[in-house]
């Protein structure tokens, strides 16, 4: 029970992170406020679809083994939240880049 709490409070913390950590500054010449907010928007859109993918496979990867560590399957539940969070992070990063921003 007390590595599932462990694993649980983790996966707050980084989701907590994640949803007070707004994008950070990006900027681009010539793009207004509202153009930087809807391209966000749209990264951010295609991070929370690709880890949600990505979470699928995790799920299905840790069924065929039985669950996770000691075959507990919220054991690694920390690990992989935090890989989501790390993803979902860069997936956002580099879609604005290619969108022509830069964080400042």
Request: charged residues 20%; proline residues 3%; aromatic residues 8%.
């Amino acid at each position: 029970m007390r590595p599932a709490l462990i694993a649980t409070a983790a996966l707050l913390l980084v989701s907590a992170c994640s949803y007070f950590d707004k994008g950070g500054n990006w900027t681009q010449p010539g793009a207004s406020s509202e153009q930087m907010h809807s391209d966000l928007g749209s990264c951010e859109a295609a991070a929370r679809s690709q880890t949600k993918v990505d979470r699928g496979i995790d799920q299905d990867i840790a069924a065929t083994q039985g669950g996770g560590a000691f075959g507990d399957p919220l054991a690694d539940s920390g690990v992989s939240g935090y890989r989501t969070g790390k993803r979902y992070d860069d997936i956002v990063d580099e879609c604005m880049r290619a969108f022509g921003y830069v964080r400042q």
